[in-house]
């Protein structure tokens, strides 16, 4: 056990080494452009962290977070373009429209669970999407709000901002791994346990005293911080906010992003995520049908690895650490007369 | 005489056209280990349900020491201080037998802390640690809970009852689907708990029942047919007639009544 603990640190350590690398070593390999795709990978990792918590640990399948992602977009763009805000604020501002939004449309949702709870979620999420299109003088519609950047932090004249694609890339990580980090931290909480005994059994929740549908709401509004720390950085990065990004299909690629990676696990969503965008890099410019390739993985990880690939590493590395203790220990526990 | 722990007043419970709870009027007095038996769809576990909230009952009241606790939300009953088990053992299968018993200690707390590492709460480290002593699986600590044989399943359930520091707790056939071993720990557990908190056991296995009640409430078609001593409900003639008939029963009562 302690080995596979040493392993998974280690390799922990060499993402951390190569993420902070990125800006020298991957123009260095291929070309600047990988950096923003990177960066891109993270920003949805996140958003499929969303999806995760939800799902993962709480048992509540969200086909409706690009909504909340939306909103930390929408929050942004019209943050700095309608009402002059400066970077922080405007941050501040997408990141709680999309938690106030959640906790609007999480009062009625929480109240369902499975398919119902599904289905209640798309459909908030369309009916929004729909109002956004409409009211191009608020959204710009489809084509959405394009805003200049104000800077991040300015310091006795000399200023930072996403401007310098060094530090763009820099700020965007700092986030997304706080907030994975704030998620590590949340899963050994006794509020995290209190989220996977209603996932394990609602009723046995409930009967132990916890308050399911208290704690399910908080839950889906923590998800909707992340989606909305999300769609913030992803308006900073794109300099735009569009109505396209609330649609559905942004949705469920999160949902099978989080699920091909490892529902339940803290990184399987920027496995999954890495996976799924990568192919959609190299492959969609010589194959128009690249959308098969998500298809297939995502049928073949569902039917084989249900705690998607990140779950499947984890029962690897247990067998091959742990290969003959495992027996000695059945027959060892074992008390039963 | 002081106010019963367990009260109810016509309590009634139908589903469509059936009446599973019928004007049930039903009172515990404290300190007493309080078994109900009763043929299969007597109503039983719907009392249970009715009483714990996981059902909202159609007429009457529940009182629990004197307080009206009448439609309450099971997680508010819980706080209260009733606890109980389901019959189809019910635990947190992808979580680790010593988890389990962890959230059901922490689940009382009003906050539950966000950020804090779990393991760091000293005093419910003791609790657990000493709950697994007690139910005796201390071995099987680390193991998910949903791995564990039916009758370790059935001593966790207890353990998480425990471990939550009930003041009533309702057993909802307990040593159902145990082996005999199984059922004789769980039933030497069942009479030292009772020793400091009132509980409430459905069972079927009338060897337990006679064994560790110290009164029998027996149910037909959601009304008490008769309430008393164990030697009282094994001398009367309605119940024998409408449970005990079988002839195997029926000879066991005279054994139990004799001895």
Same mark, same amino acid.
């Given at each position: 056990?302690?080995?596979?603990?040493?392993?998974?640190?280690?390799?922990?350590?060499?993402?951390?080494?190569?993420?902070?690398? $990125?800006?020298?070593?991957?123009?260095?390999?291929?070309?600047?452009?990988?950096?923003?795709?990177?960066?891109?990978?993270?920003?949805?990792?996140?958003?499929?962290?969303?999806?995760?918590?939800?799902?993962?640990?709480?048992?509540?399948?969200?086909?409706?977070?690009?909504?909340? +992602?939306?909103?930390?977009?929408?929050?942004? %763009?019209?943050?700095?373009?309608?009402?002059?805000?400066?970077?922080?604020?405007?941050?501040?501002?997408? $990141?709680?429209?999309?938690?106030?939004?959640?906790?609007?449309?999480?009062?009625?949702?929480? /109240?369902?669970?499975?398919?119902?709870?599904?289905?209640?979620?798309? $459909?908030?999420?369309?009916? =929004?999407? +729909?109002?956004?299109?409409?009211?191009?003088? #608020?959204?710009?519609?489809?084509?959405?709000?394009?805003?200049?950047?104000?800077?991040?932090?300015?310091?006795?004249?000399?200023?930072?901002?996403?401007?310098?694609?060094?530090?763009?890339?820099?700020?965007?990580? %700092?986030? $997304?791994?706080?907030? +994975?980090?704030?998620?590590? /931290?949340?899963?050994?909480?006794?509020?995290?346990?209190?989220?996977?005994?209603?996932?394990?059994?609602?009723?046995?929740?409930?009967?132990?005293?916890?308050? =399911?549908?208290?704690?399910?709401?908080?839950?889906?509004?923590?998800?909707?911080?992340?989606?909305?720390?999300?769609?913030?950085?992803?308006?900073? +990065?794109?300099?735009?906010?569009?109505?396209?990004?609330?649609?559905?299909?942004?949705?469920?690629?999160?949902?099978?992003? %989080?699920?091909?990676?490892?529902?339940?696990?803290?990184?399987?969503?920027? =496995?999954?995520?890495?996976?799924?965008?990568?192919?959609?890099?190299?492959?969609?410019?010589?194959?128009?049908?690249?959308?098969?390739?998500?298809?297939? =993985? %995502?049928? #073949?990880?569902?039917?084989?690895?249900?705690?998607?690939?990140?779950?499947?590493?984890?029962?690897?590395?247990? /067998?091959?650490?742990?290969?003959?203790?495992?027996?000695?220990?059945e027959t060892k526990l074992r008390t039963e007369p | 005489?002081?106010?019963?722990?367990?009260?109810?007043?016509?309590?009634?419970?139908?589903?469509?056209?059936?009446?599973?709870?019928?004007?049930?009027?039903?009172?515990?007095?404290?300190g007493r280990l309080h078994a109900i038996i009763g043929?299969?769809? !007597?109503?039983k576990t719907?009392?249970f349900?009715?009483?714990?909230?996981?059902?909202?009952?159609?007429? &009457?009241?529940?009182?629990?020491?004197?307080? @009206?606790?009448?439609?309450?939300?099971?997680?508010?009953?819980?706080?209260? &201080?009733?606890k109980r088990t389901l019959q189809i053992k019910s635990v947190?299968?992808?979580? !680790?037998v010593a @988890?389990n018993l962890?959230?059901t200690?922490?689940?009382?707390?009003?906050?539950?802390?966000?950020?804090?590492?779990?393991?760091? @709460?000293?005093?419910?480290?003791?609790?657990?640690e000493r709950t697994l002593e007690q139910i005796g699986l201390s071995a099987l600590a680390?193991r998910?809970a &949903?791995t564990l044989s039916y009758g370790d399943v059935a001593l966790l359930e207890i353990g998480m009852a425990l471990i939550s520091?009930p003041?009533l707790l309702l057993l909802d056939e307990p040593t159902c689907g145990m082996s005999p071993a199984e059922t004789e720990r769980a039933v030497g557990k069942i009479r030292e708990l009772a020793r400091v908190i009132d509980i409430i056991i459905i069972e079927h296995d009338m060897e337990v029942v006679f064994g560790i009640a110290d009164d029998i409430t027996v149910? !037909?078609?959601?009304?008490?047919?008769?309430?008393?001593s164990p030697a009282?409900i094994a001398?009367?003639?309605?119940?024998?007639?409408?449970y005990l008939?079988r002839?195997e029963d029926a000879d066991y009562v005279e054994e139990e009544v004799h001895a």
């Amino acid at each position: 056990m302690t080995s596979a603990v040493a392993i998974e640190r280690a390799l922990l350590f060499a993402l951390a080494a190569f993420l902070i690398s $990125v800006p020298w070593s991957i123009p260095a390999l291929v070309n600047d452009f990988w950096v923003s795709v990177i960066a891109e990978i993270l920003i949805w990792s996140l958003f499929a962290a969303s999806v995760n918590l939800l799902f993962g640990y709480v048992g509540l399948l969200s086909f409706g977070q690009a909504l909340y +992602f939306g909103f930390g977009m929408y929050g942004v %763009a019209i943050g700095i373009s309608d009402l002059g805000l400066s970077f922080w604020p405007a941050f501040g501002l997408g $990141v709680a429209a999309a938690m106030a939004m959640a906790l609007v449309t999480g009062i009625f949702a929480v /109240r369902l669970t499975w398919h119902y709870f599904a289905i209640i979620t798309v $459909v908030f999420s369309l009916i =929004v999407y +729909f109002l956004a299109l409409s009211n191009k003088w #608020l959204t710009g519609g489809d084509d959405g709000i394009n805003f200049t950047l104000p800077a991040t932090f300015s310091l006795g004249g000399k200023s930072w901002s996403f401007t310098d694609a060094t530090f763009q890339y820099f700020f965007i990580l %700092a986030t $997304v791994a706080l907030c +994975f980090w704030l998620m590590h /931290r949340l899963i050994g909480s006794p509020l995290g346990r209190a989220f996977l005994a209603i996932r394990d059994n609602d009723v046995r929740a409930s009967l132990i005293g916890l308050n =399911v549908y208290r704690l399910r709401l908080i839950a889906f509004i923590m998800a909707g911080f992340l989606a909305g720390v999300a769609g913030a950085l992803f308006a900073f +990065f794109g300099r735009y906010a569009s109505a396209s990004y609330m649609f559905y299909h942004v949705s469920g690629d999160a949902v099978v992003w %989080a699920i091909v990676g490892g529902a339940g696990t803290l990184l399987g969503p920027l =496995v999954g995520t890495t996976i799924f965008i990568l192919v959609r890099e190299i492959v969609s410019t010589h194959w128009e049908h690249h959308s098969l390739i998500v298809g297939v =993985v %995502a049928i #073949l990880v569902v039917m084989f690895a249900p705690k998607g690939l990140v779950g499947l590493w984890h029962e690897w590395l247990t /067998r091959l650490t742990e290969r003959g203790g495992a027996a000695a220990v059945e027959t060892k526990l074992r008390t039963e007369p | 005489m002081s106010e019963p722990v367990l009260r109810t007043e016509h309590l009634t419970k139908r589903f469509g056209g059936l009446t599973a709870v019928d004007r049930l009027s039903f009172s515990l007095a404290g300190g007493r280990l309080h078994a109900i038996i009763g043929p299969n769809g !007597a109503g039983k576990t719907t009392f249970f349900n009715l009483v714990s909230g996981l059902l909202s009952s159609d007429g &009457g009241r529940v009182y629990f020491l004197g307080r @009206d606790i009448t439609g309450l939300k099971p997680h508010q009953i819980s706080r209260l &201080g009733i606890k109980r088990t389901l019959q189809i053992k019910s635990v947190f299968p992808q979580l !680790a037998v010593a @988890d389990n018993l962890w959230i059901t200690a922490q689940a009382g707390e009003r906050f539950l802390h966000p950020f804090r590492p779990a393991t760091r @709460d000293r005093g419910t480290r003791e609790k657990v640690e000493r709950t697994l002593e007690q139910i005796g699986l201390s071995a099987l600590a680390q193991r998910q809970a &949903g791995t564990l044989s039916y009758g370790d399943v059935a001593l966790l359930e207890i353990g998480m009852a425990l471990i939550s520091e009930p003041r009533l707790l309702l057993l909802d056939e307990p040593t159902c689907g145990m082996s005999p071993a199984e059922t004789e720990r769980a039933v030497g557990k069942i009479r030292e708990l009772a020793r400091v908190i009132d509980i409430i056991i459905i069972e079927h296995d009338m060897e337990v029942v006679f064994g560790i009640a110290d009164d029998i409430t027996v149910m !037909a078609q959601g009304a008490i047919l008769a309430s008393g001593s164990p030697a009282e409900i094994a001398a009367d003639e309605r119940v024998r007639e409408a449970y005990l008939g079988r002839e195997e029963d029926a000879d066991y009562v005279e054994e139990e009544v004799h001895a």
